[in-house]
């Protein structure tokens, strides 16, 4: 029987299925360019906020990944498939100098499953767990946290599945999710961020033509995403950087996909589109970094 990979091994109810990643044609790496620390009207950076899917919370402490986010010192921190409940967090994470306030969601009954944290540096004025959606608030997906100047949103996006099983639910999620961010939206401006499981445009994704019928990649999905931003939201990353390739923030544990950087753009800062005219300096992927088989994500914002 050939080796499983995690993602394989971890393909619970759809979630966690690795694209396909053919052995050929790998692609340029992604090389970062300096941080722009200012807004286009010259105003600087003051607001630092990071995203990173861990693909298991008490894993990815042991890569190291609670020593990178002290060295990063976001103001906010948003973390995806965490795996585990708020009891269960481990106690580097908990004790993550700097950010005091943590919140945490988890799949209901479905231990080892999803989970979301939201961890900040000042205490925000309010905090909700979903989209006041039964179908896919137990799945613990979305946290929501109120600061005076926006909303920070932390979501991990349902997977369509091996074989597309879940894509009705998934797009059932894209319109549900949609309503919820606009509401937000008409209060005050969101930075939505997490993994998003869709790779947008074909320049988000290393093979586009061998995916065109796998979870993340089809039609349905990308659809949803292009009307995400027609309601007024931006992807931040291909604001500033609309032709950067071999821009990729998830690589399948298989086939040596990430030394060769056959991965995809999966996470994402989409903000309302008056925070990024006024407020949006930069937008990091950090591919460099190790710790899960995605790589954390950093925007910079002046607020």
Not at 25 to 38: G, M, T, V
Not at 140 to 169: C, D, K, Q
Not at 187 to 201: I, M, Y
Request: one cysteine or more; glycine letters at 10%; a neutral charge.
């Amino acid at each position: 029987m050939p080796k499983r990979g995690k993602k394989e091994e971890a393909a619970k109810d759809g979630e966690g299925v690795p694209p396909k990643v053919p052995k050929a044609s790998p692609a340029p790496q992604y090389e970062d360019p300096p941080l722009r620390e200012e807004t286009p009207g010259g105003r600087r950076w003051t607001l630092k906020v990071t995203s990173w899917n861990v693909d298991g919370l008490r894993a990815w402490v042991k890569k190291g990944g609670a020593q990178w986010v002290q060295e990063e010192a976001p103001d906010v921190l948003c973390l995806q498939e965490t795996k585990c409940a708020g009891p269960s967090v481990p106690p580097e994470v908990r004790g993550l100098p700097g950010l005091p306030h943590q919140f945490w969601a988890s799949a209901e009954g479905k231990p080892g499953y999803s989970g979301v944290g939201l961890l900040a540096k000042t205490e925000p004025l309010k905090v909700t767990y979903g989209i006041g959606a039964p179908e896919h608030d137990s799945e613990g997906r979305v946290i929501t946290a109120e600061f005076p100047s926006l909303f920070v949103v932390s979501a991990y996006v349902p997977n369509a599945g091996r074989g597309l099983v879940r894509l009705e639910p998934r797009l059932r999620w894209d319109s549900a999710f949609l309503e919820f961010l606009r509401g937000l939206d008409a209060q005050k401006p969101v930075l939505l961020c997490g993994d998003l499981n869709v790779a947008h445009q074909e320049i988000d994704l290393c093979h586009p033509g061998s995916n065109r019928a796998s979870a993340g990649f089809t039609p349905q999905e990308r659809e949803g995403f292009s009307r995400l931003l027609g309601a007024g939201f931006v992807d931040s990353f291909r604001r500033l950087y609309p032709e950067a390739r071999g821009a990729y923030t998830f690589w399948t544990y298989l086939g040596g996909a990430r030394a060769r950087n056959v991965g995809w753009r999966l996470d994402y800062f989409v903000l309302s589109r008056r925070l990024a005219d006024e407020a949006l300096c930069d937008s990091k992927i950090r591919s460099a970094v190790p710790g899960s088989d995605h790589c954390p994500i950093t925007a910079y914002l002046a607020m």
